[in-house]
C-alpha cells in the first residue's frame, strides 16, 4: 500500500512559479513510477509528467513540456513537480499518483493516488 499527500499549490500570477510535493508513505513507493496528472472543472483528467523508479527516466505532456520539471527523492519518499513560467491555462487540481504500470500517460495505469493540489493561475 502506499498513500499520496500532495502540497504546495496556490493562487499565482501568470508566469511565475511553483514547486509541488508529493509525500508518499509505504515501503513500495521507490519501486514504482511517479506520475502527476491535473484536473480542470469540465476537463477530463490530463497527463502532465511521470518519472520511473530511479528517476533516470522521465516523460511530459505536451502542453508542459519545456515549463514543468519532475523530479523525486526516493531516500525521502517524495516527488515533485517544479512548474515555471505558469499560464491560465496550468489552473486545475493537480494529483500525484504512482503504480508499477507502463503507459505513463494512462492514468488506468496508476493504483495510488493522492487528494489533489489547486492551482489557480490569474491572467
Known amino acids: 500500500q502506499v498513500q499520496l499527500v500532495e502540497s504546495g499549490g496556490g493562487l499565482v500570477q501568470t508566469g511565475a512559479s511553483l514547486r509541488l510535493s508529493c509525500v508518499a508513505s509505504?515501503?513500495?513507493?521507490?519501486?514504482?513510477?511517479m506520475g502527476w496528472f491535473r484536473q480542470a472543472p469540465g476537463k477530463e483528467r490530463e497527463f502532465v509528467a511521470a518519472?520511473?523508479?530511479?528517476?533516470?527516466?522521465?516523460y511530459y505532456g505536451d502542453s508542459v513540456k519545456g515549463r514543468f520539471t519532475i523530479s523525486r527523492d526516493n531516500a525521502e519518499n517524495e516527488g515533485y513537480l517544479q512548474m515555471n513560467s505558469l499560464n491560465p491555462e496550468d489552473t486545475a487540481v493537480y494529483y500525484c499518483?504512482?503504480?508499477?504500470?507502463?503507459?505513463?500517460?494512462?492514468?488506468?495505469?496508476?493504483?495510488?493516488w493522492g487528494q489533489g493540489t489547486q492551482v489557480t493561475v490569474s491572467s
Open positions: 509505504g515501503r513500495l513507493f521507490n519501486t514504482y513510477t
Open positions: 499518483c504512482s503504480g508499477l504500470g507502463n503507459i505513463w500517460a494512462d492514468p488506468a495505469q496508476y493504483e495510488y
Open positions: 518519472i520511473d523508479w530511479s528517476g533516470l527516466k522521465t
